[in-house]
């Protein structure tokens, strides 16, 4: 190599400069997980719906407008806006499906969802996913219409989606102040269907 191609090597070296790389910051387990866990919220303070049950949703409300449209309407009474802030939720949840019901404390229903509603259909009913949208539903009702925060949970049959349910009650921003089994039990009571013979 000649001198000229030297200097020109070592000029071009004292130009670039090293920059040093930094390495990616490694995320706590803890902090990964609380961001699995935080989900998206409204307006409310309710989780986000799903994008395909928002649009089953809407599709029955469009359905229904339809319907009514040619039918002539009468005028409804304006009801008056009640606040109710205590109340009540009953959690039905059987092997086929998932029905909550939201009551003041006298037992008037608010609001109510079903996984049919929701538009789950046969096994997917019964699943505890259908039964958090389920929830959501009846929650998000309550909330906008009555104002509702504080519930006292009721939990009846042995369903799958009894926890995911009663869990949906706090993440909806409601306060549960308790939770409580009401699943019937037979004391001896009915006399068994005999015994099948094969």
């Given at each position: 190599?000649s001198?000229?191609?030297?200097?020109?090597?070592?000029?071009?070296?004292?130009?670039?400069?090293?920059?040093?790389?930094?390495?990616?910051k490694?995320?706590?387990?803890?902090?990964?997980?609380?961001?699995l866990?935080?989900?998206?919220?409204?307006?409310?303070?309710?989780?986000?719906?799903?994008?395909?049950?928002?649009?089953k949703?809407?599709?029955?409300?469009?359905?229904k407008?339809?319907?009514?449209?040619?039918?002539?309407?009468?005028?409804?009474?304006?009801?008056?806006?009640r606040?109710?802030?205590?109340?009540?939720?009953?959690?039905?949840a059987?092997?086929?499906?998932?029905?909550?019901?939201?009551?003041?404390?006298?037992?008037?229903?608010?609001?109510?969802?079903?996984?049919?509603?929701?538009?789950?259909?046969?096994?997917?009913?019964?699943?505890?996913?259908a039964?958090?949208?389920?929830?959501?539903?009846?929650?998000?009702?309550?909330?906008?219409?009555?104002?509702?925060?504080?519930?006292?949970?009721?939990?009846?049959?042995?369903?799958?989606?009894r926890?995911?349910?009663?869990?949906?009650?706090?993440?909806?921003?409601?306060?549960?102040?308790?939770?409580?089994?009401?699943?019937?039990?037979?004391?001896?009571?009915?006399?068994?269907?005999?015994?099948?013979?094969?």
């Amino acid at each position: 190599m000649s001198e000229d191609n030297k200097t020109a090597k070592k000029t071009d070296e004292k130009k670039i400069k090293k920059v040093p790389v930094e390495e990616p910051k490694k995320k706590d387990v803890e902090s990964e997980e609380f961001d699995l866990l935080a989900e998206k919220k409204d307006a409310l303070g309710l989780e986000e719906l799903p994008d395909d049950i928002k649009k089953k949703l809407e599709k029955k409300q469009s359905e229904k407008t339809a319907k009514f449209k040619n039918k002539k309407v009468r005028k409804k009474k304006k009801k008056v806006a009640r606040k109710i802030t205590v109340g009540k939720a009953f959690i039905k949840a059987t092997y086929n499906n998932t029905i909550v019901t939201i009551t003041d404390n006298e037992g008037n229903v608010l609001s109510w969802a079903s996984a049919g509603i929701a538009g789950f259909k046969g096994p997917k009913k019964s699943t505890p996913y259908a039964a958090s949208i389920v929830t959501r539903l009846a929650v998000g009702k309550a909330r906008e219409e009555y104002g509702l925060s504080e519930v006292s949970a009721y939990v009846k049959g042995v369903g799958t989606g009894r926890e995911s349910a009663v869990r949906g009650l706090n993440n909806n921003g409601l306060n549960v102040t308790l939770i409580k089994d009401i699943t019937p039990v037979p004391h001896n009571g009915c006399r068994n269907r005999k015994p099948r013979r094969v």
